[in-house]
């Protein structure tokens, strides 16, 4: 078997191991990643075939019929994934984890998108293997600015690569750091920090880098630009409906929330609503970064 073994400056550290290199031709997303950092292993997933015991479903999501479909699984102890591209075609990988998550068989069927299959199994096992460490895989854009990251959040359409590009136009010293799924930190000392990771969807952005969070921002499409602070409560549902995990199995959920706990109370928060144009990026940024 052939090991591939990648980090993260979150100080997360897995790897992939499979008979066939080709398994990982042409995932250039994962380069910036590839090494052994200092670490000790978070997770590991190997890339073979494996005998399904009795099944019992878990969990099933399907938020609209054009995205990723995820079966969630329990067999006996052990956790099974069932994976489709979208709702509408049939499973084309199976990933078999143990109860702790630190350990996982990739099966591959017929009709696997290898990218898609990686980066699933990889995002799925990063996030709840983590949940418990302060650690929260989330569901955001982030620009880096003087130092600083600054996480917008919002449902899907909400326009959040949209407004990280007029952030990129009109604000000086701006670049992205991640698109889609960055990685959320606690440090020993109670510092809240944002780090680029191996997912960023469909905009190619990959980079090991982290800095402290400067701000997070709730987006919302409206017909004027307005932006406000969020009390306590409302950034905590903000935060939750942004972060990847099992919320349904108890253990998990008590790490997300300890977590989301320190950032709500250490990050300011804003809700803006706004339209996508120039005039929103400068409000948003004059607010959050004065």
């Avoid at 990739?106 to 290898?114: I, Q, S, T, V, Y």
């Avoid at 995002?123 to 983590?130: D, E, I, K, S, T």
């Avoid at 670049?175 to 440090?187: A, T």
Wanted: net charge negative.
């Amino acid at each position: 078997m052939l090991e591939r073994r990648f980090y993260t400056v979150a100080e997360s550290v897995f790897s992939i191991t499979t008979e066939k290199e080709s398994v990982m031709d042409g995932l250039s997303n994962y380069a910036p990643f590839e090494g052994n950092g200092n670490y000790p292993l978070a997770f590991d997933i190997s890339v073979e075939p494996f005998e399904e015991t009795e099944k019992e479903l878990y969990f099933n999501e399907v938020i609209e019929k054009n995205a990723p479909m995820i079966s969630v699984y329990r067999c006996g102890k052990d956790w099974l994934f069932e994976m489709a591209p979208t709702a509408m075609q049939p499973c084309c990988a199976k990933l078999l984890a143990t109860p702790d998550f630190s350990k996982a068989k990739l099966k591959l069927l017929e009709n696997a998108d290898l990218h898609f299959v990686i980066d699933t199994s990889c995002m799925l096992m990063f996030a709840f293997v983590n949940a418990a460490h302060g650690i929260l895989e989330m569901h955001a854009s982030v620009i880096e600015n003087q130092g600083k990251g600054y996480l917008f959040l919002g449902k899907s359409g909400t326009g959040k690569s949209t407004h990280s590009r007029l952030w990129l136009e009109n604000v000086p010293g701006s670049r992205l750091l991640n698109d889609d799924n960055p990685i959320v930190r606690i440090q020993d000392d109670g510092t809240v920090w944002v780090y680029g990771s191996p997912w960023s969807g469909k905009t190619p952005c990959y980079i090991n880098r982290g800095m402290p969070v400067g701000g997070i921002v709730k987006l919302a499409q409206a017909p004027e630009n307005r932006i406000r602070s969020c009390a306590l409560p409302e950034a905590y549902a903000a935060l939750y409906s942004s972060v990847s995990g099992l919320k349904m199995n108890r253990e998990m959920y008590d790490g997300l929330h300890e977590t989301m706990e320190k950032t709500v109370v250490s990050v300011p928060f804003y809700h803006l609503d706004c339209l996508p144009d120039a005039d929103a990026a400068q409000l948003s940024s004059k607010t959050i970064m004065k």
